[in-house]
């Protein structure tokens, strides 16, 4: 009982912090708190200069539209999760990379993170490696609780013909680096539901890591990936 009233008090704690902020395309001002529909913040490049808290939500405005990368910043935790999501009826709010070469959505070292709802698109360049939802671990160790539901992907032109670059282009894409072997790293808890993927190139969903090498496998000794994290 102590350890569930003390789960009550800190879960209580985060949402009494915890923040809503709105998005809006079309009339928004960056200017203003973002903190309800008539403030809505406008663009992008407010989200990305923003780290959000624990239990915060950051809401896009339906039928709006915006190119360039969409990057907040920020982790939640098990118990307060910070939710991307839309308000208002209509359209799925759409996010055009505009060809951009890594994810028209990213999230980098970041945990506890819900996105719903949204349309993605990333095409209009040659970069190779364009993704619509990109989720990095760049060797921090274990990141949990990332969950994509419910959102449309589609038109994501990375390449077919280049086995090693394109095949890290996609629709979803989860990906763990190696650029730091003295820390092994994994995701868990990982949820990807109720998603529309049509029209990307080369993959729709891609799970990849590059701690892959196994002892008792001779023909995984690849140069400078990790040992294989189960």
Not at 118 to 145: F, H, M, P, W
Not at 147 to 170: L, Q
Request: glycine residues 12%; proline residues 4%; positive net charge.
């Amino acid at each position: 009982r102590r350890l569930l009233a003390t789960a009550a008090l800190a879960a209580s704690v985060t949402s009494s912090f915890a923040a809503t902020y709105y998005l809006d395309s079309s009339s928004g001002n960056d200017s203003a708190t973002g903190q309800a529909p008539a403030t809505a913040w406008q663009s992008l490049a407010k989200v990305n200069a923003t780290t959000f808290q624990p239990g915060d939500r950051l809401l896009l405005k339906a039928g709006s539209t915006w190119t360039g990368q969409l990057f907040p910043k920020g982790s939640g935790t098990a118990i307060a999760r910070i939710e991307l999501d839309r308000y208002g009826e209509g359209s799925k709010p759409v996010v055009h990379g505009g060809g951009v070469d890594s994810g028209a959505v990213y999230l980098r070292n970041q945990q506890y993170w819900t996105i719903r709802n949204l349309e993605v698109t990333n095409q209009g360049t040659a970069a190779n490696r364009k993704k619509g939802i990109l989720i990095l671990n760049d060797c921090v160790g274990t990141l949990s609780g990332i969950e994509i539901r419910n959102c449309d992907i589609h038109d994501v032109t990375g390449v077919m013909t280049d086995y090693i670059d394109g095949k890290e282009s996609g629709g979803i894409v989860f990906f763990i680096t190696a650029s730091n072997l003295a820390v092994p790293s994994k995701w868990t808890n990982v949820v990807i539901e109720g998603n529309t993927i049509r029209n990307v190139n080369r993959s729709g969903i891609l799970l990849q890591s590059l701690w892959i090498n196994k002892p008792q496998d001779p023909n995984s000794n690849w140069g400078g990936h990790g040992p294989y994290v189960p």
